[in-house]
């Protein structure tokens, strides 16, 4: 345990300085994280204005605050693993990565939580100037708030864990764009991303609620908002941990599967 | 016309490259279908709430995302991929060969490169827009018709000036790639109405970023929305900027000293 804390505050410090390198790239990645759920914050704003103030159990400054909420947790929740892994396999640079005495992932965690803290405060700031444009409402239920906290860190862990897995699939072939794209678009549809789940059709939300996907992105931002009963929100954490045991099973699987076909396309 | 001929023969080498890699075809057109049954099950999930979207009945939207694959083909056909190689030659020095041809090197960067699989994006908008027409059942005049052709070619030569002039700040300065990933994400803007979007954001997306003009405004002569002050005004804006991006071009092109030389 303690060799592990040692290895993650290494890791820190230099993926810390590696992040703090790309800060523009960081500045203008934001753009398009705020971007997207910007446009259907716009489009069911203007929705929920022609329908009298309200649709489907939102009004119009619910889902300001649906957006918004959805924003911050798109993005701290958020990896790019998915794209790396394709150039790593690719150009051989895994190779290296297989040298070290420890996992791969842990670099990449290391990586990710980096660059959250040190974009995290301009996404706060985007939030609260947006928070002053669009006037969201929220009904605060204390006792969700604090357990959105945990639900948030289940969620980036469920998140990062399929992702990674996914990510994987480059072993086996190098056209991984076409694979992501599905993923992406799954995503979309399935975590709360185009509209609420709950505005969704029926079978949508069976599906979403199925898979990790609601797990991952929708449920804490519905804890946020206090749209869930204590029973429900019970519900959630107990799929979150039986979503992130099955993850850790198969990355295990996936990756023993993949490291043995893996033979560095460009070395 | 020294730029059709340019565009045909590097239009030829692009499909040589490309037709040894047939697979891409499949892959590229599964991945363009998919991005417009995304496209199009958004809109049935914001249409199951209601029947108009800031005065756009659901097919004028549908024709709009045809409008929005249409341009965003051709942008990606040889606007994007040329000025991308571009600035990778302005930073390598290899920008020296095509400067010792003879022909104009502005209209020789800004073909150089034709990813031929975007044919499928301009195909699959062309063919949204004309089932979208065909639904709303409007006649569509040749007036109107000729009224959207010029709008498509004002829009893309904004945007062509607009890509040119990030491009050519590469002169000055090393990494530019990342502008030019803004205007990707700012692009996905265009798939809505610009009208529904609050006045600051409506502004970015038509005078930062012309999003606007390349996508709505087009949208707007086909459905019969467009006023004559946008028509003259986008008019008047191509013709600037196509200058400017020139005048800017000569300028950056002065500066050039051939990096690795």
């Known amino acids: 345990m303690r060799a592990f804390l040692e290895l993650y505050t290494q890791q820190f410090k230099t993926t810390f300085a590696a992040m703090l390198q790309y800060r523009a790239s960081l500045a203008i990645w934001i753009i398009g994280q705020v971007l997207e759920p910007l446009v259907y914050l716009v489009v069911w704003s203007v929705v929920s204005g022609s329908q009298g103030g309200q649709v489907g159990g939102f009004t119009t400054a619910e889902f300001a605050a649906y957006f918004l909420a959805l924003m911050l947790v798109n993005h701290i929740t958020y990896t790019w693993i998915m794209w790396e892994y394709e150039y790593r396999v690719r150009e051989g640079s895994l190779s290296f990565a297989l040298l070290r005495p420890v996992h791969p992932i842990h670099s990449d965690v290391a990586d990710n939580v980096s660059s959250k803290v040190i974009t995290l405060p301009g996404m706060l700031l985007v939030a609260a100037l947006l928070a002053l444009i669009f006037r969201p409402s929220v009904t605060v239920l204390p006792w969700a708030l604090v357990a959105a906290l945990p639900a948030l860190a289940l969620a980036f862990l469920l998140r990062f864990l399929l992702e990674w897995t996914l990510a994987l699939a480059a072993f086996w072939t190098t056209r991984v764009s076409a694979f992501n794209q599905l993923y992406f678009v799954a995503l979309l549809f399935l975590s709360g991303q185009i509209a609420p789940l709950s505005l969704m059709p029926a079978w949508i939300q069976t599906i979403a609620s199925i898979f990790p996907f609601r797990w991952m992105i929708s449920f804490p931002v519905e804890l946020l908002l206090g749209r869930l009963t204590p029973r429900e929100a019970l519900v959630g954490f107990a799929a979150q941990a039986i979503w992130i045991a099955l993850g850790l099973g198969l990355i295990r699987l996936v990756w023993r599967a993949g490291v043995r076909v893996y033979s560095a396309v460009g070395a | ?261």
């Open chain 2, 1 to 261: 016309m020294s730029l059709l001929r340019l565009l045909w023969i590097f239009f030829r080498v692009g499909v040589m490259g490309e037709l040894a890699y047939r697979v891409n075809f499949i892959v590229r057109l599964f991945q363009s279908l998919l991005e417009l049954g995304t496209a199009l099950a958004g809109l049935a999930v914001v249409f199951a709430y209601t029947d108009n979207l800031g005065g756009w009945r659901p097919d004028e939207i549908v024709a709009l995302v045809g409008v929005y694959f249409l341009v965003g083909g051709l942008i990606g056909l040889v606007i994007q991929p040329s000025m991308e190689a571009f600035i990778e030659s302005v930073r390598e020095g290899t920008l020296d060969f095509t400067l010792t041809k003879p022909e104009d090197a502005q209209l020789l960067v800004s073909l150089r490169d034709v990813e031929i699989w975007e044919l499928i994006d301009v195909i699959l908008g062309f063919g949204v827009l004309t089932v979208a027409l065909v639904r709303l059942g409007e006649q569509v005049g040749a007036g109107q018709a000729a009224v959207f052709a010029v709008m498509l070619l004002a829009g893309a030569a904004i945007v062509y000036s607009f890509w040119l002039m990030l491009a050519t700040l590469s002169f000055w300065f090393v990494r530019v790639e990342n502008i030019l990933v803004i205007f990707q994400s700012m692009y996905e803007a265009g798939r809505w109405p610009i009208s529904l979007y609050p006045g600051w954001l409506r502004f970015g997306l038509t005078f930062l970023v012309p999003v606007a003009f390349a996508v709505t405004v087009p949208a707007e002569a086909l459905t019969g929305r467009l006023d004559t002050t946008t028509l003259l005004g986008a008019l008047a804006l191509a013709a600037l900027l196509l200058l400017g991006s020139r005048l800017f071009w000569r300028a950056g092109l002065r500066r050039y000293s051939g990096a690795s030389a």
